[in-house]
């Protein structure tokens, strides 16, 4: 089973910055599809953005133009760049590695958006 291991959560202002990283325990072109989802307290876990093997990615409308999706194949890492944070981004952070046959998820990465 693949290890997971999210980090770069925490505590920002409104209109502030994070970068969330994904590191992986194996090659990361092995997987068909990544992604971050999260999950806001007494809500479902939802999908804010996925990247392909190609480099194609895909985006929740609400964090369109704000966060962006990347990877870097040599260090076998995800990132998540989030710019412009409201309060509603609020969530625990997870990390997704899709194949045909598995999925696989992290432990999560906690961010709070608070003035």
């Known amino acids: 089973q693949v290890q997971l291991v999210e980090s770069g959560g925490g505590l920002v202002q409104p209109g502030g910055s994070l970068t969330l990283s994904c590191a992986t325990s194996?090659?990361?072109?092995?997987?068909?599809?990544m992604g971050w989802y999260r999950q806001a307290p007494g809500k479902q876990r939802e999908l804010v953005a996925i990247?392909?093997?190609?480099?194609?990615?895909n985006y929740a409308d609400s964090v369109k133009g704000r966060f962006t999706i990347s990877r870097d194949n040599a260090k076998n890492t995800m990132y998540l760049q989030m710019n412009s944070l409201k309060p509603e981004d609020t969530a625990v952070y997870y990390c997704?590695?899709?194949?045909?046959?598995?999925?696989?998820w992290g432990q999560g990465t906690q961010v709070t958006v608070s003035s």
């Open positions: 997704n590695a899709y194949t045909v046959w598995t999925s696989d």
């Open positions: 194996r090659s990361i072109v092995s997987f068909n599809v």
């Open positions: 990247i392909s093997n190609g480099g194609g990615t």
